[in-house]
T-cell receptor, first 115, second 111 residues
Framework: AQKVTQAQTEISVVEKEDVTLDCVYETRDTTYYLFWYKQPPSGELVFLIR??????QNEISGRYSWNFQKSTSSFNFTITASQVVDSAVYFC????????????FGTGTRLTIIP | GAGVSQSPRYKVAKRGQDVALRCDPISGHVSLFWYQQALGQGPEFLTYFQNEAQLDKSGLPSDRFFAERPEGSVSTLKIQRTQQEDSAVYLC?????????FGPGTRLTVT
């Protein structure tokens, strides 16, 4: 069975601070995919990134960066110079099967950026 | 282009009523998923279709939940004899090449 743990339930930071959201996953599969989604107050899930298990290269996209470490089964997400618009619930998710690509989500981290 | 749409966006049902939730996936997407998101929780998998075939329904919480996709496009999630614990947001997603597009969800409130 797969499991995704987001231990941080809520985080509040002052605008322009950097913040890291933690994600730890469990799976016995050697091929898997990791995701981050943003869920703003409007409720829609917004895709941020997908990473496959064979690609441990870290990625940066503007103010967002992701650190994937297989050794610790972690896929952490950092927002640099946070902005009020970053306030949302962020979900980490895992998919292990091609053919049935269901996502296993963590419980989410509610991020509040204080102006 | 058009994304995944769901209707209704909000549904209030009295306990014991039957409800039907509709999902219109992105045209051409073979895979379609339903998820249930309780308040303050992450989405949880309910069921999966590949075209019209329901390949996985392991996440359906009880036999009161039923999903169909008869022509391989639009899907309907039906909940019979609704209970208060069914109150949640029901999300539909369609996918192509391991990229999912989620709909806005249907918020079901059972009173």
């Amino acid at each position: 069975a797969q499991k995704v743990t987001q231990a941080q339930t809520e985080i509040s930071v002052v605008e322009k601070e950097d913040v890291t959201l933690d994600c730890v996953y469990e799976t016995r599969d050697t091929t898997y995919y990791l995701f981050w989604y943003k869920q703003p107050p409007s409720g829609e899930l917004v895709f941020l990134i997908r990473r496959n298990s064979f690609d441990e290269q870290n990625e940066i996209s503007g103010r967002y960066s992701w650190n994937f470490q297989k050794s610790t089964s972690s896929f952490n997400f950092t927002i640099t110079a946070s902005q009020v618009v970053d306030s949302a619930v962020y979900f980490c998710a895992l998919s292990v099967s091609v053919g049935n690509e269901k996502l296993t989500f963590g419980t989410g981290t509610r991020l509040t950026i204080i102006p | 282009g058009a994304g995944v749409s769901q209707s209704p966006r909000y549904k209030v049902a009295k306990r014991g009523q039957d409800v039907a939730l509709r999902c219109d996936p992105i045209s051409g997407h073979v895979s379609l998923f339903w998820y249930q998101q309780a308040l303050g929780q992450g989405p949880e998998f309910l069921t999966y279709f590949q075209n019209e075939a329901q390949l996985d329904k392991s996440g359906l919480p009880s036999d009161r939940f039923f999903a169909e996709r008869p022509e391989g496009s639009v899907s309907t999630l039906k909940i019979q004899r609704t209970q208060q614990e069914d109150s949640a947001v029901y999300l539909c997603a369609s996918s192509s090449r391991l990229l999912w597009d989620f709909g806005p969800g249907t918020r079901l409130t059972v009173t």
